[in-house]
Structure formats: structure tokens, C-alpha cells
């Protein structure tokens, strides 16, 4: 019992003596029985796991991590280990299964590239997008793309155009400063 997952996966995992194995490009999860989540995009550099119910091991640069139901764990690179048990919310991170949209303190470069591939539109930001920028949302039902870049753009002083492939992000024109009206300076005489 064991997959490879490039990408996200939420697994319920029925006890049996053999455990259920994923392998992700930078780390191993090892579980009995449970329900949990694994997000590993390689273009991320990292892999999320995250447990509703029961108990995982996540072993990674030769150290091991176990989790319990709502904790998780983040292996950030390739050679790193996995860090300590956190608390962690499984409504959101599995909440693509049911439709939903979760963003929980993610970069906006990162959630540029979530919404890419959740409406498979290409999304170029260039440089626009600033480099401390996280973002933290939530959608119950998964809007309509241009409402979800929006709000995020909206939130980061960005805009957004169409384009035949998806869209362009750009920073937003500076709103133009007022100046005080100079003094007026008339040749007529007062009468």
C-alpha cells in the first residue's frame, strides 16, 4: 500500500496491519489508519501534511515526525526535516475536497499559482507582485475566478486584465497626489 503524489491528496485510510505509504519528492507519510491531507507541489519547494483524525508519521532527512488529529507538519526543501507537530486547522487545508478555497498565510505568488491550477488559467504577475505580500482567505463555495483575483488584488493594490490565456496582474497606478492651488498672480488692479 503505497502511492507517489506529485500534487494534493486527502486519503481515508482503513487500519490494517500493512501501512498505507506516500511518497512525495521530499518526504515519506506512514500511517495505520486515519484521514489526513498531503500537499507537495515541487515547484513549491515544500510538502504540507495535515491530520483530521487518527495519527501519521512523516519521516524526512532522516528525522520523523508524528502527528495527531489536528496537527500538521511542513518539510521545507529538500534536505530539510519536517518540523515539530503544529496545530492545524483540516477543514481548510482538505477544503478543496468539498469545493472550498482556502488560503492560510500563503504567499501571493504561491496563491497566483493555486488559482492556476484550481480554474487552469495561466496568471502572469511579472514583477508586480510584492515579494512580502501573504494571503489569508476563505470561500466556502469556490467563486468565479475574476471575483477571487479581485479581492486579492484589491487587497494588495494590484489590478487585473483578461488576456486570451488567462490574465495579466499589474500594480495599480498611483493615486495622484493633490496640490494646494498656487497663488494666483493677476496683472489687473482692483477697482
Not at 103 to 121: G, T
Not at 126 to 140: L, R
Amino acid at each position: 500500500r503505497q502511492v507517489a503524489l506529485v500534487g494534493e491528496g486527502a486519503f481515508e485510510v482503513e487500519s490494517r496491519t500493512a501501512p498505507f505509504i506516500v511518497e512525495t519528492f521530499n518526504a515519506r507519510v506512514e500511517v495505520l489508519g486515519t484521514r489526513f491531507g498531503v500537499r507537495a507541489y515541487w515547484r513549491e519547494g515544500e510538502t504540507r501534511v495535515t491530520v483530521e483524525e487518527g495519527s501519521v508519521r512523516v519521516d524526512a532527512a532522516g528525522e520523523t515526525v508524528q502527528l495527531g488529529a489536528a496537527e500538521g507538519t511542513v518539510v521545507a526543501g529538500s534536505d530539510a526535516p519536517p518540523t515539530a507537530a503544529q496545530p492545524a486547522d483540516a477543514s481548510r487545508a482538505l477544503a478543496w475536497t468539498s469545493g472550498a478555497l482556502a488560503f492560510d498565510d500563503l504567499p501571493l505568488a504561491d496563491a497566483f499559482r493555486e488559482i492556476e491550477r484550481r480554474y487552469d488559467v495561466q496568471i502572469d504577475a511579472g514583477g508586480s507582485v510584492p515579494a512580502d505580500a501573504d494571503v489569508t482567505a476563505f470561500y466556502a463555495r469556490a467563486p468565479d475566478v475574476r471575483t477571487v483575483l479581485g479581492d486579492l488584488c484589491a487587497a494588495h493594490g494590484l489590478r487585473f486584465e483578461a488576456t486570451s490565456r488567462g490574465f495579466t496582474v499589474t500594480a495599480s497606478p498611483a493615486a495622484p497626489t493633490r496640490r494646494a492651488p498656487a497663488p494666483s498672480r493677476s496683472s489687473a488692479v482692483p477697482r
